[in-house]
């Protein structure tokens, strides 16, 4: 199966692993800059003090022309660009100006760029960010998209209101209503479905901000649970949902509101992607990455907990697989898809310290796995366990869960 792997600073082709290290804070100028290379707008390299690459990301291994970042590993970066009596110049140097070069994209082609040196990390390396003019299709989808967000904004705080009124009069129905079991579950899952309303229309515009959400630690395996009638009535009467939660599975340190809406969005690509008839399967386990498959996905080997969602519809195209999770790149239909799903994905990942890697066989199936480092010393936020057969019982349920249906 085609695999594409990422790691907590980006995504990569699996195999290529990147070092992990500590910066000191970063400068406004560095954060903006990270804030574009997450999205894909820069290339991202990590070099040693000789200059040897030791890291690079999707992008920057694509306007060089190369299959995956490995190619890359191991090189000088001046064997990667067009003057190198300058580029030694600079890199001697690597004050805050900035190097205006061509990248020796192959095939005699070169690239305009302009490159600046971030902050020395604890381990020694040296981060590089890669900037090259998108072409004028790109411009004007990010000037739409710039607009759009800006008039989203705008309207976020008056919806928010009539959720926070709504959550209100939905929390004094349910405790009304709550020795009439008939009323109180209806009432008890809209209230909830309110405040998460609430909560993910505060937090999704944070997607290309340079400081992300509050952070605590949640249950995976619970908001799977809590979603489930939502997920449900997302995939149709005529697709098969298969949902199983390893019993003790741990708590992540993640913005709950993030998390639920990478596995929304996972979901309804999946749902997109299966035809009538079809199946989709969503899995919550632990698991421990030892050091070999945790330098595979870039991440420090120890404790997981991972998050699965497969499906057997159509697949995604050999091709397409390096860029899906590109901003703004879709492979659905015109007016059907906005090419942000995936991209939200990979920053939530990312933001969280986490690994993703998405399988792939055109006409077979995708598969999609989000591995996020255990937190189980924190104590989990989740009010409720959303077992079946149940009204409330507490977080940490001894229950394993697990439910298939054909709708």
């Not at 008939?182 to 944070?206: D, V």
């Not at 939502?230 to 003790?248: F, K, N, P, S, Y």
């Not at 399967?281 to 050091?291: F, G, P, S």
């Amino acid at each position: 199966m085609e695999k594409l792997s990422g790691t907590g600073r980006g995504l990569a082709v699996q195999h290529s692993a990147e070092p992990r290290g500590h910066a000191a804070p970063r400068p406004a100028a560095v954060s903006s800059r990270r804030g574009r290379y997450e999205i894909g707008l820069l290339g991202y390299a990590r070099c040693d003090s000789a200059g040897i690459v030791r890291y690079a990301n999707s992008t920057l291994t694509r306007w060089l022309g190369c299959a995956a970042p490995a190619a890359l590993v191991g090189r000088s970066f001046e064997a990667f660009v067009h003057d190198g009596q300058a580029w030694q110049t600079w890199w001697a140097a690597r004050d805050a100006a900035s190097l205006s070069q061509e990248l020796l994209a192959g095939a005699g082609r070169r690239k305009p760029v302009t490159i600046e040196a971030g902050p020395t990390l604890d381990n020694g390396f040296v981060e590089l960010w890669i900037g090259a003019a998108p072409d004028a299709a790109m411009i004007s989808r990010i000037a739409r998209l710039e607009a759009t967000l800006t008039l989203t904004a705008g309207t976020v705080h008056d919806v928010n209101n009539m959720l926070t009124v709504l959550a209100g009069n939905l929390f004094l129905l349910t405790e009304k209503v709550r020795e009439q079991e008939g009323l109180y579950e209806p009432a008890r899952r809209a209230r909830n479905a309110a405040e998460r309303a609430s909560t993910l229309l505060r937090e999704l515009l944070t997607f290309n901000r340079d400081k992300g959400p509050a952070s605590a630690a949640i249950s995976p395996a619970n908001h799977v649970r809590a979603l489930e009638p939502m997920l449900t009535r997302a995939v149709g009467a005529d697709r098969e949902l298969h949902i199983e939660v390893q019993r003790d599975a741990g708590s992540v340190k993640a913005s709950a509101a993030q998390f639920e809406s990478a596995l929304i969005n996972l979901v309804i690509n999946a749902r997109d992607a299966v035809a009538k008839g079809g199946r989709i399967a969503i899995d919550v386990v632990n698991c421990d990455l030892d050091a070999e498959r945790a330098q595979q996905l870039g991440v420090d080997a120890g404790d997981y907990v991972c998050l699965r969602v497969r499906d057997n519809g159509s697949g995604i195209p050999r091709e397409n697989l390096a860029r899906v999770t590109q901003p703004l790149f879709t492979t659905k239909q015109a007016g059907s898809g906005s090419g942000l799903g995936l991209a939200m994905v990979r920053h939530f990942v990312e933001e969280n310290h986490g690994a993703l890697q998405i399988d792939s066989i055109e006409g077979e199936g995708t598969d999609v796995r989000i591995w996020l480092p255990r937190a189980d010393h924190l104590a989990a936020t989740s009010e409720f366990c959303w077992c079946p057969g149940t009204r409330k019982c507490a977080a940490r349920c001894s229950r394993s869960w697990s439910r298939s249906a054909i709708r």
